[in-house]
C-alpha cells in the first residue's frame, strides 16, 4: 500500500471574516470575507501595504477583536461564539502576541520583565531559558533603557514564548528596526519556529522578509488576493531590506 502523506493540521481557519468600522457617516471594511487557513508548525507572513487588512485579522484571530461578519476558529473551537472572558482564556492559553513597540515595562529588567507572564502560566520556561533562547542570557538583569531597540524586541519575544504559546503573532516585529537588527529578531523567530514548531504569523510591510517562510499570503483592500508556497526558504541573515 502507498505511503499517504498526511495533511497538515489546521490552527487556524477563517470563513468569510469581515470586519466593519462603521464612523456613522461612512462605513470602512478592514476585511471584505476573507477565507484563510494556517498550519501547524508553519512560518507564514503576511504582505500588503498599509490598510490592507493584516493587523486587523491577526487582531481577530488572536482574540483581541472581534469579526463583525464571518467565523474563526483555532483547531475545533470556534472563536466567534466567545465572549471577551473566554478570548481572554483564549489568549493567555495559548497565544504570544508580538508588536512593533515592544511594551516592556521601564522599572523592570529583562529578566523581570519576562517574569510577568511566567508568573501566571502554566507550564513555563523559566525567564532565564526564555532569554537564552533570544541570545540575551548576558543581559537578564539590564532594563529596558540600558538596551538596544533589537535587545528590547528580543526581550519582548522571551516574554511572549515563555508561557509556552501555540501560536505566535507577531505585528510589525522589525518596523521600529534597521535591517542589520532587524535580521537579529527574525533569527530568533526562525530559531522558535523550527525548535519548538510553534505556528508563527508575522506581518511585515518588508517584502524581502516573505523568503523565509514556508507561505506567503498577500493583502490588498481587505481580501487575500495570492497565496505563495516557498519551496526553497533563505535563512534570516541573508535577507536585507
Known sequence: MANQTQSPQIVFRTEG????YDTGEVKVFALAGVDLQLYAGELTVL???????????LNILGGLDHATEGRVWFKDIELTKMGDRQLTRFRREYVGFIFQFYNLVAS?????????????????????QALDIVGLSHRL???????SGGEQQ?????????KRPEVLLCDEPTGALDSKTGVQVLEALDRINRE??????????????RKMAHRVIRFQDGHINAVEVNETRVAPHEIEW
Request: net charge negative; aromatic share 4%.
Open 154 to 162: 528580543r526581550v519582548a519575544i522571551a516574554r511572549a514564548i515563555a
Open 47 to 57: 504582505l500588503g501595504p498599509s490598510g490592507s487588512g493584516k493587523s486587523t485579522l
Open 108 to 128: 523592570l529588567s529583562a529578566r523581570e520583565n519576562v517574569a510577568l507572564v511566567t508568573d501566571i502560566a502554566p507550564n513555563p520556561m523559566t525567564p532565564e
Open 17 to 20: 471574516v469581515t470586519k466593519v
Open 141 to 147: 538583569d539590564h532594563f529596558p533603557a540600558e538596551l
Open 196 to 209: 519548538f514548531g510553534t505556528t508563527t504569523a508575522v506581518i511585515t510591510h518588508a517584502a524581502e522578509i
